[in-house]
């Protein structure tokens, strides 16, 4: 079992154990690189051209005694990002699947964060389709029209917003500059809930310029249960995001919502939430 502390801590199961690798009570404020002792325990796969995928077990307090983290690695030069704002209806927007993303898609996921629209701003194939939202912890993930992927803070987004092929906006962050921990995070009072948990999904980029991308699935029970609601608190994703090799992360819509689809080789793995989405990310293989 993991070593206990004085607060919150996250331990990932290794070949002679579980190894303690995160504590609240002394969390890093920026992750500066890859810590082995997270990084190295996922076996990358690669999945297509572009696109590897591993998985890893972590344990922590309470709910999240046993929490699977399933983990993809996008070369954005090798793919073409899409997204996906199906046509509004009556009542409530569009809503969206990634196992009906197209059959040449290797990647998808659930985009943003949404109620019943998406949450801020959102450009597909060129076109705004809604403005910036506002919100100290609200970046965008922007592809712009030569295929570079970033993460956006919020007070830079009016510079990129011309040159935007692509573009989606979240929160809360978990990772800016270049790997610091957003102080709300770091302690109480600060408008982010520091302790609620759930199933998490969560994007970023490394210093490589790959996209990073981690959902969380609940492990205990054999993973019967698997979509439980059951998972992470935002302190706990950021340090995963960070343990992994971002440098820039923010949240996406998780809970119910939370969804991947990777195509690998001639099988398409799904992770299905329990809920269709009004926003949509997707990667096909870049046309060359």
Do not use: C
């Not at 579980?18 to 504590?23: A, S």
């Not at 969390?27 to 890859?34: F, I, K, L, N």
């Not at 696109?51 to 993809?72: K, M, N, P």
């Not at 956006?152 to 610091?180: K, W």
């Amino acid at each position: 079992m993991p070593h206990r502390t004085t607060g919150p801590a996250l331990a990932v199961r290794a070949p002679h154990g579980w190894e303690t690798w995160w504590q609240d009570d002394a969390a890093p404020t920026r992750w500066t690189g890859p810590l082995p002792a997270v990084a190295d325990r996922v076996r990358w796969r690669v999945a297509s051209p572009g696109v590897e995928w591993g998985e890893i077990s972590l344990a922590g307090e309470g709910e999240a005694y046993r929490i699977r983290v399933i983990v993809a690695r996008l070369d954005p030069g090798a793919l073409e990002f899409r997204l996906v704002k199906p046509k509004d209806g009556r009542v409530f927007a569009g809503r969206w699947a990634v196992d009906e993303a197209p059959a040449e898609a290797v990647f998808a996921i659930n985009a943003g964060q949404f109620e019943d629209q998406p949450w801020g701003w959102v450009v597909q194939a060129g076109e705004e389709r809604q403005s910036p939202g506002r919100g100290p912890l609200a970046p965008a993930l922007v592809v712009d029209d030569a295929g570079l992927v970033r993460v956006v803070a919020p007070d830079s987004i009016a510079a990129v917003r011309g040159s935007a092929r692509v573009a989606f906006q979240s929160y809360p962050t978990l990772l800016e500059g270049d790997g610091e921990v957003p102080a709300p995070l770091r302690a109480d009072g600060s408008g982010i809930d520091r302790t609620h948990r759930d199933s998490r999904l969560a994007i970023g980029i490394r210093r490589d310029g790959k996209l990073l991308v981690a959902m969380t699935r609940f492990e205990g029970l054999s993973g019967v249960l698997e979509n439980l609601p059951f998972g992470l608190t935002t302190p706990e994703m950021a340090a995963v995001m960070g343990a992994l090799g971002a440098s820039r992360a923010v949240l996406l819509d998780g809970g119910i919502s939370s969804q991947m689809l990777i195509q690998d080789g001639d099988t398409r793995e799904i992770w299905s939430g329990w809920r269709k989405v009004a926003l949509g990310l997707v990667a096909l293989p870049r046309r060359r």
